[in-house]
Protein backbone atom coordinates (compact mmCIF):
# COMPACT_ATOMS: atom_id res chain seq x y z
CA UNK A 1 0.00 0.00 0.00
CA UNK A 2 1.01 3.20 -0.63
CA UNK A 3 0.56 6.47 0.97
CA UNK A 4 1.22 9.94 -0.06
CA UNK A 5 1.72 13.03 1.77
CA UNK A 6 1.14 16.53 0.90
CA UNK A 7 3.25 19.54 2.85
CA UNK A 8 3.62 22.98 1.66
CA UNK A 9 0.13 24.48 1.19
CA UNK A 10 -0.08 27.90 3.21
CA UNK A 11 -1.88 31.46 2.31
CA UNK A 12 0.13 34.18 -0.32
CA UNK A 13 -0.87 37.31 -1.66
CA UNK A 14 -1.63 37.58 -5.56
CA UNK A 15 1.36 37.15 -7.66
CA UNK A 16 3.13 35.03 -5.00
CA UNK A 17 4.57 31.57 -5.22
CA UNK A 18 4.90 28.39 -3.53
CA UNK A 19 6.13 24.89 -3.65
CA UNK A 20 4.25 22.08 -2.76
CA UNK A 21 5.55 18.51 -1.54
CA UNK A 22 4.33 15.06 -2.22
CA UNK A 23 6.06 12.55 -0.72
CA UNK A 24 5.12 8.54 -0.96
CA UNK A 25 5.36 6.30 2.06
CA UNK A 26 7.78 3.80 0.28
CA UNK A 27 10.91 3.72 -1.64
CA UNK A 28 10.02 2.96 -5.04
CA UNK A 29 8.51 6.15 -6.16
CA UNK A 30 10.14 6.06 -9.20
CA UNK A 31 7.14 3.15 -9.79
CA UNK A 32 4.82 5.56 -9.59
CA UNK A 33 3.40 8.34 -11.46
CA UNK A 34 2.48 10.86 -9.76
CA UNK A 35 -0.31 13.36 -10.30
CA UNK A 36 -1.78 16.94 -8.87
CA UNK A 37 -5.21 17.66 -8.51
CA UNK A 38 -6.90 20.64 -6.81
CA UNK A 39 -10.58 21.25 -5.64
CA UNK A 40 -12.00 24.28 -4.76
CA UNK A 41 -15.61 25.15 -2.57
CA UNK A 42 -18.20 24.51 -4.76
CA UNK A 43 -16.15 23.30 -7.52
CA UNK A 44 -15.63 19.82 -8.85
CA UNK A 45 -12.35 18.34 -8.71
CA UNK A 46 -9.25 19.88 -11.78
CA UNK A 47 -6.43 18.59 -13.00
CA UNK A 48 -3.74 20.85 -12.83
CA UNK A 49 -0.52 18.16 -13.77
CA UNK A 50 1.05 14.98 -14.01
CA UNK A 51 4.61 13.59 -14.26
CA UNK A 52 5.78 10.05 -15.82
CA UNK A 53 8.32 7.70 -14.00
CA UNK A 54 10.28 9.28 -16.59
CA UNK A 55 9.77 12.82 -15.94
CA UNK A 56 7.41 13.76 -19.01
CA UNK A 57 4.91 16.01 -17.74
CA UNK A 58 1.94 17.78 -18.89
CA UNK A 59 0.41 20.71 -17.61
CA UNK A 60 -3.63 22.21 -17.47
CA UNK A 61 -4.04 24.81 -19.65
CA UNK A 62 -5.03 26.75 -16.69
CA UNK A 63 -1.25 26.67 -14.81
CA UNK A 64 0.56 26.22 -18.32
CA UNK A 65 3.49 28.56 -18.00
CA UNK A 66 2.70 29.35 -13.95
CA UNK A 67 3.05 26.00 -12.30
CA UNK A 68 5.83 23.09 -12.61
CA UNK A 69 5.61 19.57 -11.55
CA UNK A 70 9.27 18.10 -10.89
CA UNK A 71 10.32 14.45 -9.12
CA UNK A 72 13.40 13.56 -7.37
CA UNK A 73 13.09 9.93 -6.74
CA UNK A 74 16.17 9.46 -4.27
CA UNK A 75 14.05 11.46 -2.13
CA UNK A 76 10.38 9.76 -3.03
CA UNK A 77 8.95 13.34 -3.50
CA UNK A 78 7.19 14.91 -6.38
CA UNK A 79 6.94 19.06 -6.20
CA UNK A 80 4.37 21.48 -7.54
CA UNK A 81 6.12 24.72 -8.02
CA UNK A 82 3.44 27.53 -8.40
CA UNK A 83 4.41 31.00 -9.39
CA UNK A 84 2.20 33.93 -10.19
CA UNK A 85 -0.57 32.57 -8.25
CA UNK A 86 -4.22 34.29 -8.14
CA UNK A 87 -7.44 34.18 -5.87
CA UNK A 88 -8.52 31.30 -8.96
CA UNK A 89 -5.83 29.05 -7.62
CA UNK A 90 -7.21 28.83 -4.22
CA UNK A 91 -7.97 25.38 -3.24
CA UNK A 92 -6.82 22.00 -1.65
CA UNK A 93 -4.42 20.81 -3.44
CA UNK A 94 -3.60 16.96 -3.57
CA UNK A 95 -1.45 14.33 -5.00
CA UNK A 96 -2.19 11.48 -6.91
CA UNK A 97 -0.26 8.03 -7.57
CA UNK A 98 -0.02 4.84 -9.36
CA UNK A 99 2.71 2.42 -10.53
CA UNK A 100 2.97 1.92 -14.20
CA UNK A 101 5.18 -0.43 -15.67
CA UNK A 102 5.76 1.72 -18.38
CA UNK A 103 8.02 4.55 -17.71
CA UNK A 104 6.69 7.64 -20.21
CA UNK A 105 2.96 7.19 -19.65
CA UNK A 106 1.47 9.84 -17.25
CA UNK A 107 -2.69 10.30 -16.77
CA UNK A 108 -4.93 13.09 -16.49
CA UNK A 109 -7.86 11.66 -15.08
CA UNK A 110 -8.60 10.84 -11.44
CA UNK A 111 -9.89 7.66 -11.70
CA UNK A 112 -7.06 6.63 -13.07
CA UNK A 113 -5.19 6.94 -9.67
CA UNK A 114 -4.84 4.10 -7.08
CA UNK A 115 -3.37 6.27 -4.36
CA UNK A 116 -3.92 9.79 -3.14
CA UNK A 117 -2.71 11.94 -0.50
CA UNK A 118 -5.52 14.17 1.95
CA UNK A 119 -4.60 17.42 0.80
CA UNK A 120 -3.06 20.52 1.60
CA UNK A 121 -4.82 23.77 1.33
CA UNK A 122 -3.24 26.70 -0.81
CA UNK A 123 -5.28 30.25 -0.44
CA UNK A 124 -4.93 33.17 -2.47
CA UNK A 125 -5.71 36.42 -0.90
CA UNK A 126 -4.56 40.39 -0.64
Known amino acids: QVQLTESGGATVQPGGSLRLSCVAS????????IAWFRQAPGKEREFVGT???????DHAASVEGRFTISRDNAKNVVYLQMTNLNPEDTAVYSC????????????????????WGHGTQVTVSS
Open 96 to 115: AGRISVLRDNYYVRANDYDY
Open 51 to 57: ISRSGIT
Open 26 to 33: QSSTHNLV
